[in-house]
């Protein structure tokens, strides 16, 4: 069982894992291995994912579809490969500060905690980025998805098999307050035209 509950994404993004791998969040330049980890899923597992019977070429497409600016994906790393993935997509308008996520793992790592742990990592990004709830579309068979989302305190609702599993973020007081301090900064900046040297007054 990886020990991961009380890990935290680094400043770098970059969170070292007790055993067992690396989890990091990603960028457009990891495109290729979010490709080959959601091509390595199975029928059964990519129908719990994308609730379809989604081709080869429909994850190609997928993929290319990514907004690299918009998401947040976390992947977690055994060597090059990448074993498990998060991703927080926008979701609905942006006033309701609501992002979805969704997530893989590779089967001979599951049951270990990765699961969960990519999704708190998720939630905390979230977080980071002011989100009120992210939102989670589980098929009501999804057993394992379920377990985890109701552990991770979610509010179910359910519509023609499928679960909308919402969960409420707390705000994140310090990133807030920092927000608050450079838009202050800025203000008081453009206000009394002072020069400005790496985000701070001089
Ligand atoms: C769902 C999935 C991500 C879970 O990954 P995982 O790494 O095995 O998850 P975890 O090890 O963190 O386990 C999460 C919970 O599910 C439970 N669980 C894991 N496998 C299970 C299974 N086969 N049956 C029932 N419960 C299971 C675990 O016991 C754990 O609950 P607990 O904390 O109360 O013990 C993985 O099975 C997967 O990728 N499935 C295919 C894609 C998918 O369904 N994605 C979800 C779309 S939103």
Not at 42 to 59: H, K, L, P, Q, S
Not at 148 to 166: I, K, N
Request: charged share 25%; proline share 3%; net charge positive.
């Amino acid at each position: 069982m990886l020990n991961v509950s009380s890990e935290r994404i680094g400043k770098q993004g970059v969170m070292p894992k007790p055993a067992g791998g690396i989890t990091r969040v990603l960028s457009h330049r990891d495109k290729a291995a979010v490709l080959a980890h959601l091509l390595r899923l199975d029928a059964e597992d990519r129908y719990m994912r994308f609730f379809a019977g989604i081709t080869d070429n429909g994850i190609r497409r997928y993929v290319d579809g990514i907004d690299w600016k918009a998401s947040v994906l976390i992947g977690h790393f055994s060597g090059a490969r990448m074993v498990g993935l998060a991703e927080l997509l926008p979701s609905g308008p942006r006033w309701q500060r609501g992002m979805e996520l969704a997530v893989s793992v590779e089967p001979h790592w599951r049951g270990r905690g990765l699961g969960r742990h990519l999704c708190e990592s998720a939630l905390e990004k979230a977080r980071a980025r002011h989100m009120r709830c992210v939102r989670l579309l589980v098929l009501h068979e999804n057993t394992a998805m379920l377990r985890m989302v109701r552990a991770m305190g979610a509010e179910l609702s359910q519509e023609a098999g499928v679960v909308t599993a919402l969960i409420r973020l707390k705000p994140d007081m310090q990133a807030m307050a920092l927000a608050a301090m450079a838009w202050a900064e800025s203000t008081i900046a453009q206000a009394l035209h002072l020069p400005r040297r790496q985000g701070r007054l001089t």
